[in-house]
């Protein structure tokens, strides 16, 4: 007898730890290339010839989905020129178990991979109702007072909600999401960044950013103080810009973020997980390259996969 309630009490331990984990939140990447894409448009060099024929080797433009399976709610990161496929991609992976639209979308910054996407909300495509879009106040004034954008929100596609620099804003009792700023090229907007802070992880996402040096916060205790981080791997190396000096490119090389954390322990460099690659990055097409990151003991973000 004694035996039986002892194995009952086992398995029920096994149930609930699952049961709890399937509702705890995770991040899904759906798309991990530069604003660009990959393939790039009008490229026939190495970099894109294997990706225009092999449609595998294809990747969307940088974006996370956040879902609470608690609360049967997901939040999108960007709306990107691949926004059709991601939306797709989403529901195909949570096997339709979501709502189509996000419960809102979050957006870093004015340039072309990061908010166009959001056109396809608008009355010549999704028609969407009042899909709250998240953001800074230069990019909802930037949103607001310019066609097309400004339509979404005078018809109610989507709803501007103002963001403030490090405050949290609560989306779900077990998510907690704080913006914050970062030195980029600023023509039409502020740049952010986020972090998501959810009961079981805490991950941080900057997808562009200028060189580490000028960013006010120090990248080292950022990354120290998360699970996981996504960050800006636009260009490899310098041999991606022949004729520029690295100093000018206006964004970390990986191999810098790499020796920036050069003597940090494992633990601290697994977290990083280099995403928003420009298409002459190897990082996209290059066995060779990927292996000799994950080596060093950094990560890549995989399109499709699942960060929980
Ligand atoms: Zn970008
Ligand atoms: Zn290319
Ligand atoms: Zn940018």
Redesign the pocket.
Known sequence: MKHIILITLFFLHIFMAFSQSDSLPYVIVLGVAQ?GGYPHIGCQRQCCKLSWKNVEMRRHVVSLALVDPAEKKWWLFEATPDINEQLHLFSTLTQNAYSYLPQGIFIT?A?I??YTGLMELGREAMGAKEIPVYTLPRMAAFLKNNGPWGQLVQLKNIELKILNTDSILSLTPQIDIIPFTVP??DEYSE?AGFYIFTKNKKYVFIP?IDKWSKFEKNILTVVKNVDIAFLDATFCNAGELPNRNMEEVPHPFVIETMTLFEKENIEVKKKIHFIHFNHTNPILWDEGQRQQIIQAGFNIAIQGAMYK
């Open positions: 604003d910054h340039h991979g990061h980029h090229r740049t562009d």
